[in-house]
């Protein structure tokens, strides 16, 4: 299918992963109502982006009380796959939507910003893990390894999702045009005017279509498991900038600024086509005779099991292998 419609959500912050999943549930309502095919949600909706917290954290020192709000954090988390992920399965199959859902993965006792994509028969079709939690996330979230740097194919087109600050990324946006992505996906927790610039600017250089969510949310919003720096509980503490743009530049929808709302367009994937026509960023426009990237899509574990202390064998070797490499890495927990 080459037309359908897309639809952003930005919704209000939730209190807890079950409030959030009941926002799933009543904005893919709103968006099957209104035809769309595809529906974006924020980063961190499900286990909650903890806006203004310190978790008791200075160099040098972690307060007791920092870790006890790091518990009560790290319990609204989610396991990938899990009782909350097929909660969100079953909304994508009962309105026969596609979703894309930023969330907080529990993966042991190690918490990574994710996101994951549910297609409309409500399969499990994707997963993103954040590749570079920014500034005091890097608290609370771990680093997400290369593996999750795929585009997912679906009957709506291929699906890229870049989370927040990774959107700045030039090689991750490289690694992704290489995999021809039609729809750009962009959770975030970014408002400010300049991640409006970002999105346009990855849609001409992508050439494609892209879909950015962002949640409203007020000071009183945020839970109160956590000290945050906001004193005035009616402070807004994220005003959104939800926007989806066509792979020219052009604004369809947004940017959608202090409210919760749902932005729809209508897609056209032949224009990706018509865009790469005169600019195609990892095909006819990349000279990779002078520039190449390259992009190591290996599971990594802290932890690599070997049942026999022998040697490889050749023949168990993957390709470009050789015998004095590391073994593959067992799979990350939760994955």
Not at 210 to 234: G, H, Y
Request: glycine share 8%; hydrophobic share 45%.
């Amino acid at each position: 299918m080459s037309r359908f419609h897309v639809a952003v959500a930005q919704v209000r912050a939730a209190a807890s992963t079950s409030e959030a999943i009941e926002t799933v549930a009543e904005f893919a309502r709103g968006a099957r109502e209104r035809d769309a095919d595809l529906v974006v949600f924020p980063e961190a909706l499900l286990g909650g982006y903890p806006r203004g917290a310190m978790f008791g954290a200075v160099v040098g020192d972690r307060s007791r009380v920092g870790r006890d709000e790091f518990l009560a954090y790290s319990r609204n988390a989610v396991c990938v796959p899990g009782p909350e992920v097929d909660a969100l399965a079953a909304i994508a199959a009962e309105w026969g939507l596609h979703l894309v859902v930023g969330l907080i993965e529990r993966a042991e006792t190690t918490l990574y910003c994710a996101s994951v994509t549910i297609d409309d028969a409500g399969r499990l079709v994707g997963k993103r893990r954040k590749l570079m939690p920014t500034g005091a996330e890097r608290l609370i979230w771990g680093e997400g390894d290369g593996s999750t740097l795929v585009v997912t194919e679906t009957r709506l087109g291929r699906l890229a999702t870049a989370i927040c600050w990774e959107n700045l990324m030039p090689a991750l946006r490289l690694n992704f045009y290489a995999q021809g992505v039609d729809i750009w996906c962009a959770p975030t927790a970014d408002a400010r005017d300049v991640h409006v610039a970002t999105m346009r600017h990855i849609a001409v250089e992508g050439r494609c279509f892209v879909l950015c969510a962002n949640q409203f949310a007020r000071a009183s919003d945020l839970s109160p498991e956590f000290a945050t720096a906001f004193d005035d509980p009616e402070a807004i503490a994220c005003r959104g900038g939800s926007v989806i743009v066509d792979p020219f530049g052009e604004i369809l929808a947004g940017p959608l600024y202090d409210e919760a709302g749902l932005l729809v367009a209508e897609v056209d994937l032949d224009q990706v086509v018509r865009g790469r026509y005169d600019f195609d960023a990892a095909g006819h426009y990349s000279r990779p005779d002078i520039f190449r990237l390259s992009v190591d899509r290996t599971p990594r574990s802290a932890v690599v099991w070997r049942e026999d202390a022998a040697a490889p064998e050749s023949a168990d070797l993957a390709p470009g292998e050789s015998p004095a490499d590391p073994l593959p890495a067992a799979p990350p927990a939760g994955s």
